[in-house]
């Protein structure tokens, strides 16, 4: 599936898909991806997978976190996105 570099509103770097669905959040994916982990992890002890890392924005924000889980896997399939945290990390510095 090809993904096009789309800047979010805040200027957070983001893509989307050739029908125009955006990977993250077009406004804030920060607050979006930390809001998503607190309403999903009630146990930091555990293993934690994430099936698909596209900005790797949910994985980051686990660092905002006071007690982090055992190990964190980020499995990405999309050849295409597997480019985008180095373009992300390019694109703010």
Same mark, same amino acid.
């Given at each position: 599936m090809p993904f096009v570099f789309s800047p979010c509103?805040?200027?957070s770097p983001n893509c989307k898909t050739e029908d125009g669905e955006f990977l993250h959040s077009h406004?804030?994916?920060q607050k979006?991806?930390?809001? +998503? @982990?607190?309403?999903?992890v009630s146990n930091w002890e555990s293993n #934690?997978? +994430? @099936?698909?890392?596209?900005f790797l924005y949910h994985p980051e924000s #686990?660092?905002?976190f006071p007690v982090l889980p055992k190990s964190v896997v980020v499995w990405e399939p999309e050849i295409d996105l597997q480019k985008f945290p180095y373009l992300k990390k390019k694109f703010l510095n």
């Open positions: 509103k805040d200027g406004y804030n994916p979006e991806a930390k809001r +998503f @982990l607190e309403s999903q #934690l997978f +994430f @099936l698909g890392g596209g #686990l660092l905002e």
